[in-house]
């Protein structure tokens, strides 16, 4: 059976003598996906998984109360960096274990976690748990039919990706596992790599070389802003969940909710 990742994964990728502006993020997507169905202001918020914490500090500037938790000090020594001007509480703990009591989150959400463990149901069920009734979960993930991911398997076939074993899903299968730990997928969507991932596998493996490519190059402007726009126009179609690197789900906890009790 292949190797699941390990703490020491991560602490050895967040180890890595890079500055955190050299590391591709996410485009903002979290805050800006949230945004878009979300009064974010004085929100109670819990991301898990949470690295270098950008997406707290940025839903932090949208008025938001995150706790950021992370189970690699590594990692949390980078967040200490990331959200030094900002209001968010770090936290080292495992995501199937929350070590908060329940009914704790108004929003709770996880971006490129779900996908490092074969059974994603006690992870979901412990977001669930932390929720308030009609709170919402967002899980962010690798999407299935992408380039991406057959690149993705054929380095863990031959032991070369950095993380070990990982999977995917697609739209109805994240859904079917929101449904199984007590909540309501209502809203999705999916992002594509912007630079290419072509790109950035040019720029890594030139990185290695010691050659310095730009992070996000813009060679012609109009060309740019045209690819943009036809980008975000296919994202906001049916396409964009069915055909992007990655999917976003939206999912609420019901208000009949039983509470669930105390922490781990």
Same mark, same amino acid.
């Given at each position: 059976?292949?190797?699941?990742?390990?703490?020491?994964?991560?602490?050895?990728?967040?180890?890595?003598?890079? &500055?955190?502006? &050299?590391?591709?993020?996410?485009?903002?997507?979290?805050?800006?996906?949230?945004?878009?169905?979300?009064?974010?202001?004085?929100?109670?918020?819990?991301?898990?998984?949470?690295?270098?914490?950008?997406?707290?500090?940025?839903?932090?500037?949208?008025?938001?109360?995150?706790?950021?938790?992370?189970?690699?000090?590594?990692?949390l020594g980078r967040a200490k960096t990331a959200t030094r001007s900002s209001s968010i509480d770090l936290v080292?703990?495992?995501?199937?274990?929350?070590?908060?009591?329940?009914?704790?989150?108004?929003?709770?959400?996880?971006q490129g976690l779900l996908e490092h463990f074969r059974d994603p149901r006690p992870m979901l069920r412990e977001?669930?748990?932390?929720?308030?009734?009609?709170?919402?979960?967002?899980?962010?993930?690798?999407?299935?039919?992408?380039?991406?991911?057959?690149?993705?398997?054929?380095?863990?076939?031959?032991?070369?990706?950095?993380? #070990?074993?990982?999977?995917?899903?697609?739209?109805?299968?994240?859904?079917?596992?929101?449904?199984?730990?007590?909540?309501?997928?209502?809203?999705?969507?999916?992002?594509?790599?912007?630079?290419?991932?072509?790109?950035?596998?040019?720029?890594?493996?030139?990185?290695?070389?010691?050659?310095?490519?730009?992070?996000?190059?813009?060679?012609?402007?109009?060309?740019?802003?045209?690819?943009?726009?036809?980008?975000?126009?296919?994202?906001?179609?049916?396409?964009?969940?069915?055909? #992007?690197?990655?999917?976003?789900?939206?999912?609420?906890?019901?208000?009949?909710?039983?509470?669930?009790?105390?922490? #781990?």
């Amino acid at each position: 059976m292949l190797r699941e990742s390990k703490r020491e994964d991560w602490d050895g990728f967040w180890k890595r003598d890079r &500055e955190l502006d &050299e590391i591709y993020d996410n485009d903002d997507r979290i805050a800006v996906e949230a945004r878009r169905i979300l009064d974010l202001d004085g929100m109670r918020v819990l991301e898990v998984g949470a690295a270098t914490s950008r997406d707290s500090v940025s839903l932090a500037l949208l008025g938001a109360r995150p706790v950021a938790l992370d189970y690699s000090t590594e990692a949390l020594g980078r967040a200490k960096t990331a959200t030094r001007s900002s209001s968010i509480d770090l936290v080292c703990g495992d995501g199937r274990s929350l070590p908060f009591q329940g009914h704790s989150f108004d929003l709770v959400f996880h971006q490129g976690l779900l996908e490092h463990f074969r059974d994603p149901r006690p992870m979901l069920r412990e977001n669930a748990r932390v929720l308030k009734p009609g709170g919402i979960l967002l899980v962010d993930v690798p999407q299935t039919f992408h380039a991406y991911t057959l690149i993705k398997k054929m380095l863990i076939l031959v032991n070369a990706w950095f993380a #070990g074993w990982e999977t995917q899903f697609t739209k109805p299968e994240l859904e079917r596992l929101l449904w199984e730990a007590g909540l309501e997928p209502f809203a999705a969507y999916g992002r594509f790599f912007a630079p290419s991932l072509a790109y950035r596998i040019l720029r890594e493996l030139l990185l290695r070389l010691g050659l310095k490519l730009p992070l996000r190059p813009v060679l012609i402007p109009p060309l740019h802003k045209l690819r943009a726009r036809a980008r975000r126009a296919v994202e906001r179609s049916l396409l964009g969940p069915r055909l #992007g690197s990655v999917i976003g789900v939206f999912a609420r906890k019901p208000e009949n909710a039983d509470h669930p009790g105390g922490g #781990g």
